[in-house]
């Protein structure tokens, strides 16, 4: 029962935030005025009472930021540009400005949630229904919302094996010298321009530790937590895995979800030490525009993983089939010998949607191996990049990679590109690089309706088969989800 | 059942079906032989609804409607199925989840209810254990890395699990074993009854010793050339096509 009161205080929390700080000064204000200079970035800090030296290591970030330059050029990606001045860079949870009820939601929306089976209150916190999160919240969370009271339950036996999950915000103050030590410490705040500006001005996200020895019983997921309904431009996710640990964290949910927010610069960095494991999984299905491109999630994401200690692994599963543009790395730094990174990735792009995503794999230590399984769908006008990098250092003896690359196209005005740069330094490593571009056959087609399928559900069975080596290293009940979404994604990509 | 009529077709500008007039009714089992490139596949695509194909002249009526305005999902709810003469592959999709989704599909659109997992893979299992299937084929995806003979006993597998009013069988005994030949046969001699008829192409008068046609006919040069009882299959057997105007050494 203290679970779950701790969850309605929770709720209660965000729906009061508004009347706690007030409109009357400026510091006290909701929201941080638009653009962004030092005292934005002072601001943001201020509002989380952050400690000196986080302030401090933002304000660094933002003055390396102003003198980088946005990375137009590299990318295959093409997009008008973003006015980083004309932006709200902290706004308390919105009570204002959202739909009053469904009828208000967009209707497209409204039929996606449909198709994946959400229940109706559930579709009121996703789209962001005004007050639908406090609305009597104990049944929101417990008749209703039913992950977030399992999040709730197990949160004490989390407790008691030392397991710490909260937001970052939260862990500032509870763990400052776990925070202090790893944040930035795989993600330098002077690493790219869309994360030296995550470093800056980042308002929310997850903070994970696992203590030694511990396996944790559950997989965590940002979609437990309630406040993530309204998640932030700029998240900042920290996972530490520490000795013989076990993780399998999940981020997002595979419902999308509406959001007024343009740019998105979320950073996620994981470390694991001796004999740990990391399971990161992501379903990401943001707005991806309309059929006619306008519209739209800007998707820059930083996500990196350092396997520090001797044998440890990080495994990066995702799918990703929203957002307008998509420009994403996740890698894995394999500093520790005998460690292994993997990255299984399904990318879909339908309509004008534009993605530009891969790994990379840094092998430094002794027999360190990594696995590369890439699955790109292409449909509609959509233009899609697979970029990735292996490099072996000189010290990486023994070191394997082994890359697949898979492209399927669907109808003639999309494209597929594979980029993969190897960097070989190391004599007895060895690097494979597997590249294949398919069509949806005629044959295939032709068969699965002759079958009694309708066209989209063949496109949708064949999408399925061709990702079923992805699809299958995700949690299972995410899987089930994310086979919808495959079909849902490539709607009226034929015919 | 199933009328065809003065049925013109041509691909990409040639003409290759040039008016087949048939017509099978509930119960009968016709078999159509003829030399390669006679059109015998042609006529079999034209009928389950592939794209590429101009229906110039002519007209298909099925349990009264106009086959050819259906799309060939609608054809094959309404119960016309085609054994294909080279099965597809589809990596990555087990043939159970295929059969079940094919099922599934089909009862929908025929406002059946859908079955749920248990009810799907009692009926799959009994269907796959009469054809001398293994459990490790069911969860193979669909065709990839089967032999021949083991892709045609696959289609009649889904024959079996769709129960369809009308099949095309194109070709299926082609690549069998004699054992195999035995047990596809009578598999497809399971699904006989008074209500469904069906189309067996073939050129080996072998597979009609197993499944007896009550119907023969010869097809060459994109025409029915000859019609007959099973006797007509014995004789082509052996006199070859010569009769119609085919060269042997062709
Ligand atoms: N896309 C196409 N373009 C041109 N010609 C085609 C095309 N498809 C089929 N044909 C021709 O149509 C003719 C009939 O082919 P079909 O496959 O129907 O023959 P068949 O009677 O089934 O032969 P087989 O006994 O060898 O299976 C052949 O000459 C073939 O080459
Ligand atoms: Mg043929």
Redesign the interface.
Known sequence: MAATTETVEQVRAVTEQKYKYGFTTDIESDVAPKGLNEDTVRFISAKKEEPEWLLEWRLKAFRVWQEMEEPRHWAKLSYPPIDYQDAHYYAAPKMKDRPKSLDEVDPELLKTYEKLGIPLREQEILAGVEGAEGKSPAIAVDAVFDSVSVATTFKAKLEEMGIIFCSISEAVHKCPELVQKYLGSVVPYTDNFYATLNCAVFTDGSFVYIPKGVRCPMELSTYFRINQANTGQFERTLIIADEGSYVSYLEGCTAPKRDENQLHAAVVELVALDDAQIKYSTVQNWYPGNEDGVGGIYNFVTKRGACRGRNSKISWTQVETGSAITWKYPSCILQGDNSVGEFYSVAITNNFQQADTGTKMIHIGKNTRSTIVSKGISAGRAQQTYRGLVKILPKAEGARNHTQCDSLLIGDQCGAHTVPYIENRNRTARVEHEATTAKISEDQLFYCRQRGLSEEDAVSLIVNGFCKEVLKELPMEFAVEAQKLVGISLEGSVG | MIEIKNLHATVDGKEILKGIDLTINPGEVHAIMGPNGSGKSTLSYVL?????YEITEGSVSFFGKDLLEM???E???AGL??A?QY???????ANT??LK???N??RK?RGEPELDAMQFLKLVREKTKALNMTDEMLKR?VNVGFSGGEKKRNETL?MAV?QPKFAILDETDSGLDIDALKIVAEGVNALRSPERSMLVITHYQRLLDYIVPDHVHVLAFGKIQRSGGKELALELEKNGYAEFGVNEAA
């Open positions: 389950a609804g592939r794209d590429g799309e060939p999902e054809r094959a709810a199925f085609l294909f099965p597809v592959e589809i990596p990555g999709v989840t295929f989704s094919a099922l599909a089909i659109q995806a889904q769709l």
